[in-house]
């Protein structure tokens, strides 16, 4: 079966970025938009430096993250490996632009021109509306394909059947064709020379393929070292534009979700466990209907919302969807009738609905503080630990107020309980950070991340434990409000922590280079990765 693919030389290419002119000119991109790209990538000092130009773009990858992710089924992959975007059918929510760990998806809210208010003669050919508030990516100029194979020619052989990118490179560092034949012009490449993916620790099978050396010269690499993955260089010189960057499709309003929707399963769980009032339950479904509206306000086309529902066999941002559908149905049944089964079923459905952020967030491989392991746990307990801390508020300051008790479970069952969450919440941050420090992130994650005021480190959370057990020792509303002090700190410190993870800790993949090509009479060596440490 066919795959279209591209092999780049990069001893070959010159940083030229032609090919980035065609593409523009070919598509018609908004200013800053760019499908085709060209990195300069530099490592050494003087006088041992080494100098490399990478081209970029969608990688079509045969697993790709942004398809399984995409709640729409907007995004797809055709039968010959290219990955393509229904315009109609996506809904903005930029799921796959975090979920893409080569920068190649981005959204345009506003159209723009180059050069202000004129409009240029290839603008006003390409101009296609329906690319605003959705997402866009490089699509190896599919029409030229098309229109192609249509017409008996071969595309990467003949030209007018061949993406424009490929078409205008000056250096012939640029070739398409079917990776899947052993006779194409790209298998003869890939079989005669060394070459590399980006990222293949991600495991994604991109379809740009990189040769970095010539066969005479495989293997001699001199006195430069070209065994192992890339060096991690935390502070590279000179390459802006290749370090990570911080993803700003997911701001406050996707934080909120994550915030409020969290503390809203925790407390629909901590009310079922705890043989809640129907109160509890309805201020639950009101935290998780405040966080999905914020949502909605976020998404670019948000009246296709219902597309949404589409994609339940991968796409978490779906099974959350459907999940918050029987979440409010049996929580509404709970509000109005309290029934033992419909306050079960919502402590069920709310567990589901929190597991489902977590997942959300593990999902997306482009951001390397949100695909760790240890995300998954640490977002649920973190839910959990909210919820928890929320009833225990309001259950304090019932007492507080000489009020009825919104829960069977005496107060001081909920500061216990509270107290192991919180402790059980400090270890999948422990667990989580050690993880985050032995795979190596951005540099600036680190930063976010250690340097962020209110954290879930053992010292914040002594704070909250010491307050707990101020409530369990001391009666009255003494006790009543250090329940409620913990139990403010234990959940400000969750939501401080969800903020910091989705809007300033949230770096991308950025670019790597896994090894640096001949070049001329010079000799291959191991590659770098900008921006990035291990601590």
Request: proline share 6%; aromatic share 6%; charged share 15%.
């Amino acid at each position: 079966m066919t795959r279209w693919g591209i092999v780049a030389d990069l001893n070959r290419c010159v940083g030229c970025q032609t090919c980035t002119a065609a593409c523009k000119h070919a598509n018609a991109t908004a200013p800053g938009v760019q499908w085709r790209k060209v990195l300069d990538i530099e490592a050494g000092e003087f006088p041992d430096v080494r100098r490399s130009f990478v081209p970029v773009g969608c990688m079509h990858c045969d697993d790709a993250p942004c398809m399984d992710v995409c709640p729409t089924t907007a995004t797809r992959k055709r039968e010959d490996g290219l990955v393509t975007i229904d315009y109609d059918k996506c809904i903005g929510c930029g799921y796959c632009i975090v979920a893409c760990p080569y920068g190649a998806r981005s959204k345009v809210t506003e159209p723009a021109r180059a050069f202000g208010g004129k409009q240029m003669r290839h603008e006003a050919l390409r101009e296609d509306p329906a690319r605003l508030n959705v997402a866009q990516k490089c699509t190896f100029c599919i029409d030229r394909i098309d229109g192609g194979l249509a017409r008996g020619e071969v595309p990467g052989l003949d030209s007018e059947a061949t993406p424009a990118c490929v078409n205008s490179c000056i250096a012939s560092a640029l070739h398409f064709g079917d990776l899947n034949d052993p006779d194409s012009n790209v298998s003869h490449l890939l079989a005669e020379n060394e070459s590399f993916t980006m990222h293949p620790e991600l495991g994604t099978g991109p379809g740009i393929h990189y040769l970095y050396d010539r066969d005479d010269n495989a293997g001699s690499a001199g006195d430069a070292p070209i065994d192992g993955p890339p060096e991690m260089v935390a502070e590279p010189v000179g390459m802006g534009g290749v370090v990570p960057k911080l993803q700003n499709v997911w701001d406050w309003r996707a934080a909120t979700n994550f915030i409020l929707g969290g503390t809203g399963s925790g407390l629909a769980v901590a009310g079922a466990v705890a043989g809640a009032l129907p109160l509890v339950f309805a201020a639950a479904l009101m935290h998780i209907a405040l966080g999905l509206f914020a949502v909605w306000l976020e998404i670019g086309r948000p009246w296709r919302f219902l597309n949404v529902f589409r994609h339940p066999q991968r796409s978490w941002m779906t099974r959350e969807a459907l999940a918050a559908m029987p979440l409010f149905a049996c929580g509404g049944l709970t509000v109005l009738t309290g029934h033992p089964a419909a306050v079960a079923l919502t402590g069920v459905f709310g567990m589901i609905f929190l597991y489902s952020q977590a997942r959300i967030l593990n999902a997306a491989k482009g951001i390397p503080a949100w695909r760790q392991k240890g995300t998954i746990g640490l977002i649920a307990v973190t839910g959990l630990t909210e919820g928890t801390a929320a009833l225990t508020a309001l259950a304090g300051l019932a007492m507080m107020g000489g009020l009825v008790d919104v829960t069977q479970v005496p107060l001081s069952g909920l500061c216990g309980g509270l107290a192991v969450l919180v402790a059980v919440r400090h270890a999948a941050w422990r667990s989580y950070r050690r993880g985050l420090g032995e795979t190596g992130a951005p540099v600036e994650t680190f930063k976010a991340l250690d340097g962020a005021a209110l954290r879930l480190t053992a010292g914040h959370q002594m704070v909250v434990v010491a307050l707990l057990l101020g409530a369990l020792i001391l009666p009255g509303a003494t006790g009543a409000a250090l329940a409620v002090a913990g139990a403010a700190v234990a959940l400000a410190s969750g939501w401080a922590f969800k903020g910091v993870l989705i809007t300033r800790a949230a770096f991308d993949q950025g670019y790597a280079l896994e090894r640096f090509p001949a070049r001329g009479a010079g000799k291959p060596a191991r590659g770098v990765k900008p921006g990035w440490s291990l601590s």
